[in-house]
């Protein structure tokens, strides 16, 4: 696929008159990242969460230890990727720049993130257990906005998160973010449910042809074989965004994250973009699809049932 000329940004689109209509956010009053939750409240939590809602942490801060505060400074990022990361397995952080010393804060500091988040996890959805798998983890510390990238990478347009490289075999993508900035909001949308979004779009995707997963195999396009779902799941990325007059219109909110806020998504499920912000910690859990207790509201069930095949098949 040739690459797509680099439009216009999307910081200009305006809310539409019917944002007010949708809300995605739901509140929640832990304060502990093992916090005590009921039978009920677990499956309150487990059902919103399937259906693609924003569950939203006001008052669970991630705090830093004595001398951390200086990483949410961009100077320690190496300039050639965004993000400073933490894969699961490592014992040091990539994309980072500094002393020895300011490299093993930096492990210490994003390793607690990963640590509490999964706690937070494992204790809201003790079902999830069996089938999550920690994935990578990333201290975000430069300003979001005004940012030049080609439309693709402009994560300021609502899009579902999908990999181009990195198939995902039907594992969904759960994340837990934090606004670790100690005074600028986060400032996402968040759009339409998954099932409005992909009728409107999936009409447009197209499947493989054979041999294409092989060859891009191959060819160390992707690192495994791609599946049919990661092919319907990354047009549907792109047609998101390359959609100008779909970004400004579609159903959508816009949500401000205050300093010390904590939310989990699907974002392979739930329309979002990142707007505004100075400094975030991401740490993103691999759930194999057998978790999932919703076969309604999932990216796999919707498109299962609109292409009329399942799509986890390998
Ligand atoms: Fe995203």
Known sequence: MSEAPVLAPSTSTQPPAAAGQLNLIRPQPYTDWAPQVTAEERAMLRRELEQGAVLYFPNLNFRFQPGEERFLDSRYSDGKSKNINLRADDTAVRGAQGSPQDLAGLYTLIRRYADNSETLVRTLFPEYIPHMMRAGTSLRPSEIAGRPVSWRKDDTRLHVDSFPSNPMLGKRLLRVFHNIDPAAPRVWRVGE??????????PKTHGMWPGQASLMKLLHITKRKRSEY?????????????????????????FQFPPGSTWIVFSDQLLHA?????????????????????????????LSRMLGRPMLVS
Do not use: C, W
């Open 193 to 202: 449910p998954f099932g409005d979004f992909a009728r409107k779009f999936v």
């Open 230 to 254: 990661d092919h319907r799941m990354l047009q549907l990325h792109d047609l998101a965004k390359a959609d100008l007059d779909y970004q400004a219109n579609v159903p959508q909110q816009e």
């Open 274 to 302: 990142a707007m505004r912000g100075r400094a975030m910690m991401e740490q993103t859990i691999y759930l194999a699809p057998q978790a999932i207790s919703d076969h309604t509201h999932s990216p796999e069930a919707v």
